[in-house]
């Protein structure tokens, strides 16, 4: 028998709204890196630390959001398809992509860094020779790993996770998970649901950052896998617990001044006066305020399913349309920015002025390699697209349907 998904008792169609404009500000955010003094792959001559408070709005949440609403996803796909139907659609939606995008999408962005930091002369197809026997001489404090997956290691981890979830649904079963996610959601009950989570990133953070920081590298970034993981199981297991987005929506505006008030914190603590602390009080502070940027993080996600469910909770064209193309949208946005910032250098463009150029026609050539790839079958897969469009269900469909695969 075909397994089903729980009932919920309304459509979750504002988690697609909340994941499309996660994707977008994930836009806005690598036009950012260009600017500030954080390592990127290319960087503008204006980069300055100007900008990074307002980065900061977004980096401590924005792909902590991003893996719990997948997570939210995949518990119902799982529950229509099964566990081993589950994890072979997500493999070739995924993997695919992933391989695709590593051979074809990303080298540009590789090549324009080793142009611009070491000052390669070779063309792209001498680079291409080096890109695919993995080169390992491209050297400056660190050598370039290549050939590399850069930004599209979200899709990698999202489909080790998905075998995680796919692996514990086969050996627990339906009725082990169903009484897990019970206790969970009682767990997580009216004020539980912020404090409890805030603790455990909090203490990941203090205990893994150190030791293993990020560097997307999947076999030693266990800092990552410890936050992320974990994320992506507890909306699996959420999905289950329709009164949990009630709770969110009633603490939405707590949650916001929370997050607003952990982001002061943090910016306040970067521009602080480091040099007149001793290493002592230094350390102790830094302890704190990873538990501070632990509930900027999380705050910021239930503020963001609270005000989406609130106001975003509807389907329609708009919604369809942008739910189909933000995986394409992720995929070659990056490239674009760094291959069109590159260009951009020699027109010595006023910063402000760069950046939203670059914003906006990131944006729009995105959604115009989507158009012409959706009309091209044999093309959608390399796009995590399914090879046929889908036929467009009403809006009165089963509750739960509605949100992003």
Not at 29 to 43: C, E, L, N, P
Not at 309 to 315: A, I
Not at 365 to 389: D, I, K, W
């Amino acid at each position: 028998m075909q397994p089903s998904v729980p009932a919920t008792s309304e459509r979750l169609y504002f988690l697609d709204w909340v994941r499309i404009l996660a994707f977008f500000v994930l836009i806005a955010y690598h036009v950012g890196m260009y600017y500030v003094s954080w390592d990127w792959h290319v960087k503008s001559p204006y980069a300055s630390e100007a900008a990074e408070p307002f980065m900061l709005l977004s980096s401590p949440w924005r792909l902590t959001l991003l893996f719990f609403v997948a997570g939210v996803a995949s518990h119902f796909m799982l529950g229509r398809l099964g566990p081993r139907m589950f994890l072979r659609r997500r493999s070739l939606r995924l993997l695919v992509p992933l391989l695709f995008g590593m051979l074809v999408i990303v080298p540009p962005q590789p090549y324009l860094e080793v142009v611009e930091k070491l000052g390669y002369t070779g063309d792209y197809l001498a680079f291409m020779r080096l890109y695919i026997v993995g080169y390992d001489g491209f050297c400056r404090e660190d050598c370039l790993s290549l050939p590399t997956w850069n930004h599209l290691w979200f899709v990698l981890y999202l489909w080790c996770y998905t075998v995680v979830l796919a692996a514990g649904a086969a050996l627990l079963g339906e009725a082990r998970i169903a009484a897990l996610a019970r206790r969970v959601g009682a767990l997580l009950d009216g004020w539980r649901l912020i404090l409890l989570p805030v603790v455990f990133l909090g203490l990941v953070r203090i205990l893994l950052l150190d030791r293993f920081p990020q560097d997307h590298s999947l076999t030693n970034d266990w800092y990552n896998h410890a936050t992320y993981l974990p994320v992506f199981v507890l909306g699996a297991l959420l999905a289950r617990t329709p009164r949990i987005w009630a709770t969110m929506t009633a603490q939405r505006w707590p949650a916001l001044c929370l997050a607003l008030a952990a982001w002061a914190g943090i910016v306040l603590w970067l521009l602080g006066p480091h040099e007149t602390m001793t290493p002592h009080d230094i350390e102790r502070w830094r302890t704190g305020m990873r538990f501070v940027y632990a509930l900027c993080a999380w705050s910021a996600i239930i503020a963001a399913c609270g005000f989406a469910r609130c106001h975003l909770n509807r389907d329609g064209p708009a919604r369809r349309y942008l739910t189909d193309a933000v995986f394409p949208v992720y995929i070659v946005h990056q490239t674009l920015i760094i291959t069109m910032a590159h260009t951009f250098k020699p027109l010595q463009l006023a910063p402000g002025l760069e950046a939203v150029l670059l914003m906006i026609l990131t944006a729009c050539g995105s959604l115009a390699l989507y158009e012409a790839v959706r009309r091209v079958p044999p093309m959608r897969p390399l796009f995590g697209l399914s090879r046929q469009a889908r036929a467009v269900r009403p809006s009165g469909s089963v509750a739960g349907t509605a949100v992003p695969q």
